[in-house]
């Protein structure tokens, strides 16, 4: 269900090994959890399996300021602990506009700035949302898109550590990647 490489044409997916990017950070507001949670790459209810990969856009690949997109796929064994998972984003987003604080190896750091984005018309249900994380005295946008069809999910990411501009995550990605997903019951 995974996208690979060569399926969607300027674009390459190479896998992502969980070892190399999960965080260990956790919110001082149970509330933002859900959000923190994205920012791992370890959403709640944890799936029955899960595989991550990058993708880049080939026509940028190399410059310093490149979006790399993390995509995280998720399989549930139902469909209701695969919803669940964005009822709780979604409520997370609206709960915790003014920010929250989080802990972890990397140290503390304060997101701010949380608020919903257009969600695409993909899957039976999609949310997205950015928030600016500070940390070590940098602020950085990170950009996250979540779909679910049936009883899988996607989780798309981004984040700008150089400049502070907003990255996007390409509708054409999100598309190929949810016409992969089962289709609804």
Do not use: H
Not at 41 to 47: E, G, N, R
């Amino acid at each position: 269900m995974v996208l690979r490489s060569g399926e969607l044409k300027g674009y390459e997916i190479a896998p992502l090994g969980y070892e190399e990017v999960r965080g260990t950070e956790r919110s001082d507001a149970p509330a933002c959890a859900p959000l923190v949670d994205l920012v791992n790459l370890d959403p709640q209810p944890a799936p029955t399996a899960a595989v991550l990969r990058t993708a880049v856009d080939v026509s940028r690949a190399g410059r310093d300021d490149q979006t790399v997109v993390t995509v995280l796929l998720a399989a549930y064994a139902d469909d209701g602990a695969a919803a669940s998972l964005l009822r709780r984003v979604r409520r997370a987003v609206a709960v915790c506009a003014d920010g929250f604080r989080t802990r972890g190896s990397d140290g503390p750091a304060g997101y701010t700035a949380v608020s919903a984005l257009p969600a695409p018309r993909a899957g039976q249900d999609a949310v997205a949302f950015r928030m600016m994380c500070g940390r070590g005295g940098q602020s950085s946008p990170l950009v996250f898109t979540v779909v679910r069809s049936a009883t899988a999910v996607v989780v798309f990411s981004a984040a700008n550590y150089l400049d502070g501009r907003v990255p996007a995550i390409p509708p054409a990605l999100v598309t190929a990647q949810a016409e992969k997903l089962p289709p609804a019951p």
